[in-house]
């Protein structure tokens, strides 16, 4: 396996648990009415999830001038 | 209030040993090549300590919501009468007395088998009391209002 299949599997369970964990927060919430701290948690994880994935996607395409298709760019 | 009080305290308290178990997991995984070396590292173990606070309050919705419950009912009743589809409210009061309330929607043929062993003694109207036990520190009770089954138990 790919170090890069490696970290996608990686952020998709942080991605699932985030999902869990809120599912878990809105249910807590619908019984309870209290705000479980799994709401916060797990929307941040979510959202960290999604930034790093974002992150290390913008860092792994080349946009210098040795990326594909420059040299007809320019 | 008083629950959102006691899990922001106890996320406090949970801290430093997350913190502490989120850098072991991060090296491993690290080590095993899940997460990246260097500096794009840095966001992963804020996931994964983010991850293990989610992981601790699921524990806990599981033991409120779920396992205590069962336990009690099956304690207090003889058998788990109401299950997680059919809890309809929870309520945690108190901070060092602290006292928790379920309360389930049973099916009426449940309910109404339950209604035959109501406890002699109680008068509230339109209650059916199955169970009432205390001591100089804990207090707990089950009873039935209509198809409904209220569970409490907690410290005095």
Redesign the interface.
């Given at each position: 396996m790919t170090?890069a299949k490696?970290?996608t599997?990686?952020?998709a369970?942080?991605a699932g648990?985030?999902v869990?964990?809120l599912l878990?927060?809105a249910?807590?919430f619908w019984?309870?009415g209290?705000?479980?701290?799994?709401f916060t948690?797990?929307a941040?994880?979510l959202v960290?999830?999604g930034?790093?994935h974002w992150?290390?996607r913008r860092?792994a395409v080349p946009t210098g001038p040795e990326a594909p298709g420059s040299a007809d760019r320019l | 209030?008083e629950?959102?009080a006691a899990?922001?305290f106890a996320?406090i308290v949970l801290l430093l040993p997350v913190l502490a178990v989120a850098g072991l997991v991060f090296l491993l995984?690290r080590w095993?090549?899940?997460?990246?070396r260097g500096r794009?590292g840095i966001?992963?173990y804020?996931?994964?300590a983010?991850?293990g606070?989610?992981?601790v309050?699921?524990a806990s919705?599981?033991q409120m919501?779920v396992s205590d419950p069962a336990m009690l009912q099956k304690k207090y009743l003889g058998q788990t009468y109401g299950t997680p589809l059919t809890?309809?409210?929870?309520?945690?009061s108190g901070f060092q007395d602290p006292n928790d309330e379920w309360i389930y929607r049973l099916a009426p043929d449940v309910a109404a088998g339950l209604r035959r062993r109501c406890l002699p003694g109680f008068h509230d109207p339109g209650q059916c009391h199955l169970f009432y036990g205390e001591d100089e520190r804990w207090i707990a009770s089950a009873w039935l209002e209509g198809d409904m089954l209220h569970l409490q138990d907690g410290l005095h």
């Open positions: 170090d490696r970290q599997l990686f952020l369970g942080a648990l985030g869990l964990a878990a927060g249910w807590f019984l309870s209290s705000v479980h701290l799994l948690g797990s941040l994880l960290a999830a930034t790093f992150w290390k860092a | 209030m629950y959102d899990m922001f996320s995984l095993l090549r899940f997460v990246p794009a966001p992963a804020g996931l994964i983010l991850g606070y989610a992981l309050f699921l919705a599981y919501l809890l309809r409210s929870y309520e945690h």
